[in-house]
């Protein structure tokens, strides 16, 4: 993406291969990539450079910012972390609390949700059993297992982060 900068602010964006226009003066479409730095310098025209933008799962962030720095524009981000806890509130001019779900529900409730998933594939070996007293085989007893210990040790690893850097550190494992 290229800039269109006017004394020192940025007026315009513009995306390659896209005609435009500064001013009166027009530019095809093939102008933005068969041009050179300091041709697209001369007219105004910077490269942006975009800054790191915090994870929207996490974040509350803002629009993009764009700062003139030397012979290029920087994309800057101001972010705001959600709410870890959930929130009950009650909003002026109403009667009843409304609650705001925090993060921390928000990934239990999708944890839990992906690990029941994973256990009804295996739901049948369990009727099975209930049903006929048929045994379950031992493989599927440790896969079950080991996915309710997984989910468990999760839930409390999530419970206990009291800052979002924790809580992104337990939820995200790279």
Not at 76 to 95: F, H, M, Q, R
Request: net charge negative.
């Amino acid at each position: 993406m290229f800039a269109i900068v006017q004394h020192g602010q940025v007026t315009q964006i513009v995306q390659p291969h896209t005609a435009f226009k500064i001013g009166d003066k027009p530019f095809s479409n093939r102008y933005l990539v068969n041009s050179t730095k300091e041709e697209r310098l001369q007219e105004g025209i910077y490269e942006i450079i975009e800054g790191q933008r915090p994870d929207e799962r996490f974040y509350w962030v803002s629009p993009a910012v764009y700062t003139v720095e030397g012979d290029v524009v920087k994309t800057n981000y101001t972010a705001s972390p959600k709410e870890l806890e959930d929130k009950v509130e009650t909003i002026e001019g109403t009667a009843e609390p409304v609650t705001t779900i925090g993060l921390k529900t928000q990934w239990i409730n999708q944890l839990k949700s992906t690990a029941n998933s994973n256990l009804s594939k295996t739901d049948w070996c369990v009727i099975r059993k209930i049903e006929r007293n048929v045994d379950i085989p031992e493989d599927v007893l440790a896969e079950r297992a080991k996915i309710i210990s997984d989910l468990e040790a999760l839930e409390s690893a999530i419970k206990s982060a009291t800052t979002i850097e924790e809580f992104i550190a337990v939820v995200i494992k790279e």
